[in-house]
């Protein structure tokens, strides 16, 4: 088959769609989607959130040096689009979600109670990169509901069907089957 360039687009799919919390310095909290975000660094463990600077979240994230990477299960689809969509300019997205803001173990910034997994973060440094300023975070803490954990206490999606997002087409998919384990292609060779 031909193959069509079609120019410079963000055609990386899919990437995460997750709900990240923040706050002000006066506790006042905000839940905004993200899809430009994801681990980085392994030790120390880091995640980072690509943020434009016309989100109100925007100011919060540089207020506090704070935010919360909250993992919504794919039975959260609706609230994380509407968090894409709402600004805090205009809407208080915890009332029209009707998530409930719980305290984090670490930064001050509330996690959300419905997410099964929940990634305290804290700013070590920003960089202007054109449209977005990325925010390069070192991860503090990690929560799971027992519920989405195997007895190895690692986080199993099978129990808690998160989805991703294809930026370019703009659509939100599951995640149905596991393929294969890390490690897995290789292990057939050196047989
Ligand atoms: C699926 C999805 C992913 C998004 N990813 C980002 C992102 O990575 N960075 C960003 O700045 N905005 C992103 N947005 C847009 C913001 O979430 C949106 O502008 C939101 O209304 C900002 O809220 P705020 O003004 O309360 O901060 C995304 C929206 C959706 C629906």
């Given at each position: 088959m031909a193959k069509k360039?079609?120019?410079?687009?963000?055609?990386?799919?899919p990437i995460p769609a997750f709900m990240a919390t923040c706050a002000d310095k006066n506790g006042n909290s905000n839940i905004i989607t993200i899809s430009y975000g994801g681990i980085i660094n392994a030790v120390p463990p880091m995640a980072y959130i690509s943020v434009r600077d016309?989100?109100?979240?925007y100011h919060m994230l540089k207020e506090t040096g704070e935010f919360v990477i909250n993992i919504p299960g794919g039975n959260l689809t609706k609230e994380t689009d509407l968090c894409g969509i709402l600004s805090a300019r205009k809407v208080n997205k915890w009332e029209a979600t009707k998530l409930t803001p719980v305290e984090a173990s670490i930064v001050k910034v509330p996690m959300i109670k419905e997410c099964p997994v929940n990634i305290e973060c804290v700013i070590k440094h920003i960089i202007a990169l054109g449209s977005h300023d990325i925010f390069l975070a070192e991860i503090v803490a990690t929560h799971a509901d027992e519920e989405v954990l195997n007895d190895k206490n690692k986080v199993m999606i099978d129990k808690f069907k998160p989805f991703a997002f294809c930026y370019n087409a703009q659509e939100y998919w599951t995640l149905d089957s596991l393929i294969g384990h890390y490690g897995w292609a290789a292990k057939e060779i050196d047989k």
């Open positions: 360039n079609i120019g410079t687009v963000s055609a990386i799919s016309t989100r109100y979240s």
